[in-house]
């Protein structure tokens, strides 16, 4: 049966229910106190932001934390490699999404010769035991790799080159995964072979069409975790309080924003 051609009305109703639904999932995680850890890997420019904007779109901050750490400076690369990761880890009542983790060690690491060989080989050996340390900690750990053909890759950074509000994406860290696209499939592929497992394995979600991909990931991602939807308990708002004699009826300002629009 062939599939349905995704319009954009499709994509928004279907993105709205997503989101819905997600609402609903935040509801259950505070009143049930899990723990939620996504993390997000994948090809440069394969749309890993763009989901994760979707996901965080309708849902609380509070509840739906984005970790995007920047390279780490001195006093972090002095320190265990896992550690400033742990302390990025949820409390109960929360779910971080991981916007590139632990997992740069695997990538941009290892082909750019930011870390030894045997930090490298040290990492892949010690990944599965502590992901099932995470997880035997209670932690729901969800692990997706957003993966673009190379001809789409060069589609989206040519267009990052011709339009201002793109430009802040492209990186020379982009420009050298686009150089070395080989490299990072044999590094990818490595890492994938090491690190996917029972406890936390990996799920590619082919990104080529930007839109199909969110709708996937976020199907995905709800299918993944057991939750009911608990009854919203609408408060009551009541009456306002009259306001006081005396009391202003306005805010008083000094500066106002000139109406244009």
Not at 43 to 63: F, H, L, N, W
Not at 92 to 108: C, H, K, P, T
Not at 145 to 173: G, H, I, N, T, Y
Request: with cysteine.
């Amino acid at each position: 049966m062939a599939k349905k051609i995704l319009t954009d009305e499709r994509y928004e109703k279907k993105l709205q229910e997503l989101q819905a639904e997600l609402c609903l999932l935040q509801r259950f995680v505070r009143t049930q106190g899990l723990r939620v850890v996504v993390v997000f890997e994948g090809r440069d420019a394969a749309g890993k932001g763009g989901v994760i904007k979707r996901i965080t779109e309708r849902v609380s901050p509070r509840v739906f934390r984005v970790v995007a750490l920047p390279a780490p400076n001195e006093r972090e690369k002095s320190q265990l490699y896992m550690q400033r990761y742990l302390s990025h880890m949820p409390a109960a009542g929360e779910v971080i999404l991981f916007d590139r983790s632990w997992y740069n060690r695997a990538g941009v690491e290892k082909v750019m010769g930011f870390c030894t060989k045997d930090e490298y080989e040290t990492f892949l050996d010690n990944t599965p035991s502590f992901e099932q340390y995470l997880v035997d900690a209670g932690i729901i750990l969800i692990k997706y790799f957003f993966d673009v053909s190379a001809k789409e890759q060069e589609k989206r950074f040519r267009k990052r080159l011709e339009d201002p509000r793109r430009q802040w994406k492209l990186s020379p860290m982009d420009v050298e995964s686009y150089q070395r696209w080989h490299e990072y499939t044999e590094a990818y592929d490595r890492m994938i072979r090491a690190t996917d497992s029972k406890h936390a394995p990996w799920y590619r979600v082919m990104a080529d069409n930007k839109k199909k991909a969110r709708l996937n990931c976020i199907s995905h991602l709800l299918s993944l975790i057991d939750y009911e939807r608990i009854p919203f308990e609408a408060p009551d708002l009541g009456k306002r309080n009259k306001r006081k004699k005396g009391k202003p009826k306005d805010i008083w300002f000094r500066n106002k924003v000139k109406e244009i629009y």
